[in-house]
Structure formats: structure tokens, C-alpha cells
């Protein structure tokens, strides 16, 4: 029995996701549960498991496709189990009896059924039949028949092509195939030079120029100018080496539009404060040599993020969020901090639950499995999600100072600049000493002007003089 799984809304209210890779082949056989995609969110790369076990039939989509939510993206060959044919987590079949799945209100004479595990943020299928699927009190889709694994004797049966218009349709992004579309031009007549054949912007607006015999003095019979036109190049220079277009999609595409809501939601402030942070560079010097720390990274971002959640507890109000909807300000009395973190995917601001009960040792414990586990992309939609107050590091960039802009629905976020040796005034002297900028970018609507000036001035005390928390715990 061929059952399809589509791909499934994992939890953030998308439309649709990237497959990025296969972690199985036609042919393979799975275990339920077992991973067999990556798949690119607008916020992070989420491992996808199997709902079914059984024989992988056909693989719908290749890697670097987009995919909308609810379209197919790969078969299972499911053996029956006692001729019921179990419905998985993926959706019953077309014109299956047993698609009227067990639930509140079933009938008491309907076929009893195992449940099979419940993967965690896979919203209901769309259905086939016109026959809406019961669903149970907390939402998930109505349950059916355990799938049973192939045993690796059995042979695979040859299976008949499906039909199916995504597998079908040339493979592009949704962008790509609006200009086709307003340009008249068939995608399955395109040749993608993407990866993996994915057809580009580039492609066809190849396939829209006119053709030589259509041309006189490099324009078309009707007089227009050609769309990318070869007569607009210089000589002998292909259209695809002139300039590189990259989708907006995925991160980039979810960053922009939170950047653009945030500066154009929130009026920012931004005030600066230049410090002299040598005796917190000596602390971080000490840490490093004691064996208490030694299993631990202690940088000065850690006594920066321990400052920073003192400082909050001072000003509670720059650890507030902005509600329209309800008109409250809500305020949070714990800290969840965001720590921008610059990927290979992009920008992420995964974040530290809890961060204010956190010792400095366990803060840098934190930090660090915070920052690697983002750059590794397998940063889960939990951890970037929650954050009351952020961190962004310019300074690793050699940057001083900045104007960050807000993560969307806080109310604040410290920039760090780079330490620098500087001539400073020290004790009625002139001497060369370790000194820093801070940047607080801040929402004017929650947070006034002295409030967030008493802050910045609380975490500037503490990187200044370390021993001065002492007075303000």
C-alpha cells in the first residue's frame, strides 16, 4: 500500500520550507521515526522524521526545492495490516473506508486501531476526499492502524508512476515561476542551470529573449527592447557572469521582514557608553587560570550577559514587551536572552531560558552550547523564540559601536563593541587601558529616557569596577 506524506506545518504557522537533503533513497527501508530529511524553516534547519516504517516508494522532491506546506514530498510502501491499511501521521489515502479515522463522536462498532507516535508539530494533512478527518481534543490528526516494517527479504514490488503535478513540475522557487508565468514562458521547456537543475531568474529570462531571426539591429520586430537582451552585454560576456541572483527565502526572507516590522514598529533609541573594562579583562584572565573554570570558555561576553541580567533586575522595564492586541505592556520576570549569532544561514538570536538564575559558570556553559549549536544549524524554533532581552557582539567584527535594531517584541538590545588598547585617564594620569563602547537600542514606548540611561549606567558600573556588584545585589 503506497501511502504519501506531505510535508507537515512544524509548528511556526509557515507556508512552506526548503528540502535541503535526503537522508534516505528509493528503495531504503525505514523505521517510524527515523530521520529521513532536513528541512530549511524560516528560522531554522528541523530534522524530519519518518511517519511511517516501511520501503521508501519515491522521493516527490529534490533537494534545494521549496515546497508548500501540504504537498507531497515522499511515498512509503506500507504493507496492510490485516487488510484494515493503517493511515499514518501524513494523511489517509484517497477513497480509503478507513479515512473516517477513530476519534470523539466514532462509532462504537469501528475497527479498534494502535495509535502510532505523535510527531511533535505536524499539523493535520490536507485531505483528498471531500471527507473531513475527525481530530482529537488537543488537534492532532485522527489515528489509524501501527504500520508494520518491511522485513529485508521481502522483495520490493515494482511500483507504477504516480501521478502527481508537483513531482511533475519542473523544479524552481515560486518567485521563478510567477515571472515565467507573467512572461507566457513554459517551465518545462527551460533548462535549469541551478543546482541540481533547478531552474533560476537567469533561465528564464534566456528563454524569453528573441531569437536572431527575430531581431533587427539588436530589437525585437515590434520595435520593444528585449528583456536581457545579448545586444546590452559587452562583447562575448554571458548574461549569467554579469551579476548573481539569490532567492530570498528561508532565513534571509524571515529576518527582513522582523527586521523591517521592528525598526518601522518600534520607535528606537540608541545611547552609547565608552568604558574603561581593563579590571573586567583581568578578571576574564583569572577565570581562565582557575580550575574552577577550567572546563569552561569565560570571554568577556559572559561577564557582559551576567552584567546585563543584574542590570535587569535594577530596571525592570527594559525587560517588558508591547502588546496592541490586548493594549498591555507585559512584564517578564525572568530573562530570556538572545545572543545574535552570525551563521553560515544567516543571523539567529537563539536564546538562553532563564538566564538571569544562571551562575557565570553555567551562563558560559550556556553560551557556549548556545553559540555552536547555532552555527552547527541545529538550532531548534523553541530556542529562538521566547527572548525577552538580546546581545548583540560586534566587536568580534572589529566594530566599536553600532545602532541595533530591536529583536521583535523586546524592548531593548545591548551592542558590545571591540576592546581596545586606549590612552585613558587613570587615577589623575594618563595610561593605556582596555576600553569598550555599549550601544542600547530601546524601545521608546516602553522604556524612557532615564530608565534606559540607568541602565546602561548599572552594566557599565559593573564592567568597570566588577567588585561594585557586590553593592547592587
Known amino acids: 500500500m503506497i501511502k504519501e506524506f506531505r510535508l507537515p506545518d512544524l509548528g511556526e504557522g509557515l507556508t512552506e520550507s526548503e528540502i535541503v537533503s535526503w537522508h534516505v533513497a528509493e528503495g531504503d527501508i525505514v523505521e517510524l521515526n527515523q530521520i529521513i530529511a532536513d528541512v530549511e524553516t524560516a528560522k531554522a534547519v528541523?530534522?524530519?522524521p519518518s511517519p511511517y516504517a516501511g520501503v521508501v516508494a519515491r522521493l516527490h522532491e529534490q533537494p534545494g526545492t521549496v515546497v508548500e506546506v501540504g504537498a507531497p514530498i515522499i511515498s512509503f510502501d506500507v504493507p496492510a495490516v490485516d487488510g484494515a491499511g493503517g493511515t499514518g501521521v501524513g494523511g489517509p489515502d484517497a477513497g480509503s473506508p478507513e479515512s473516517a479515522a477513530t476519534g470523539p463522536g466514532a462509532p462504537d462498532d469501528s475497527v479498534p486501531a494502535k495509535r502510532e507516535p505523535n510527531l511533535v508539530g505536524y499539523g493535520a494533512a490536507v485531505e483528498?476526499?471531500?471527507r473531513p478527518?475527525?481530530?482529537s481534543r488537543g488537534g492532532s490528526a485522527a489515528v489509524a492502524t501501527d504500520p508494520v516494517p518491511v522485513p529485508v527479504s521481502q522483495p520490493v514490488p515494482e511500483l507504477a508512476p504516480e501521478k502527481s503535478s508537483t513531482a511533475d513540475r519542473p523544479r524552481s522557487t515560486p518567485p521563478v515561476r510567477?515571472?515565467?508565468?507573467?512572461?507566457?514562458?513554459?517551465?518545462?521547456?527551460?533548462?535549469g542551470t541551478g543546482p541540481n537543475g533547478l531552474i533560476t531568474r537567469d533561465d528564464v529570462l534566456t528563454a524569453h529573449e528573441p531569437h536572431p531571426a527575430d531581431l533587427s539591429d539588436g530589437t525585437p520586430s515590434d520595435g520593444a527592447p528585449s528583456v536581457g537582451a545579448a545586444a546590452q552585454l559587452p562583447a562575448g560576456q554571458p548574461a549569467t557572469q554579469r551579476e548573481t541572483r539569490t532567492p530570498i527565502k528561508g532565513m534571509r526572507k524571515h529576518t527582513a521582514a522582523a527586521m523591517v516590522a521592528s525598526a518601522f514598529t518600534a520607535p528606537h533609541v540608541t545611547e552609547f557608553l565608552t568604558i574603561d573594562v581593563t579590571e573586567t579583562m583581568e578578571l576574564v584572565a583569572r577565570l581562565k587560570a582557575s580550575r574552577a573554570f577550567a572546563d569552561v570558555r569565560i570571554t568577556p561576553l559572559t561577564v557582559v550577559a551576567k552584567a546585563l541580567c543584574i542590570a535587569v533586575d535594577r530596571n525592570p522595564t527594559v525587560n517588558t514587551r508591547w502588546e496592541d492586541a490586548s493594549a498591555e505592556i507585559v512584564q517578564h520576570h525572568y530573562v530570556n536572552l538572545g545572543i545574535?549569532?552570525?551563521t553560515p544561514r544567516g543571523l539567529m538570536v537563539p536564546n538562553i531560558k532563564d538566564a538571569d538564575q544562571l551562575g557565570l559558570k553555567e551562563l558560559a556553559q550556556a553560551l557556549t552550547g548556545l553559540t555552536e549549536t547555532a552555527r552547527a544549524g541545529k538550532t531548534s524554533p523553541a530556542d529562538l523564540s521566547g527572548g525577552t532581552i538580546s546581545i548583540t557582539n560586534v566587536g568580534v567584527f572589529g566594530i566599536d559601536a553600532g545602532t541595533p535594531i530591536l529583536n521583535p517584541g523586546e524592548a531593548a538590545i545591548l551592542a558590545m563593541g571591540a576592546v581596545r588598547r586606549t590612552p585613558w585617564e587613570h587615577h589623575g594620569e594618563i595610561a593605556l587601558r582596555s576600553v569598550m563602547t555599549l550601544s542600547l537600542s530601546f524601545d521608546h514606548r516602553l522604556v524612557d529616557g532615564e530608565q534606559g540611561s540607568r541602565f546602561l549606567a548599572d552594566i557599565?558600573?559593573?564592567l568597570s569596577d566588577p567588585?561594585?556588584?557586590?553593592t547592587m545585589i
Open 467 to 470: 567588585g561594585m556588584v557586590l
Open 128 to 130: 483528498k476526499s471531500g
Open 340 to 342: 545574535a549569532a552570525a
Open 460 to 462: 557599565g558600573t559593573i
Open 178 to 191: 510567477k515571472l515565467a508565468r507573467d512572461l507566457g514562458i513554459e517551465l518545462a521547456s527551460v533548462n
Open 46 to 48: 528541523v530534522e524530519l
Open 133 to 135: 478527518t475527525r481530530r
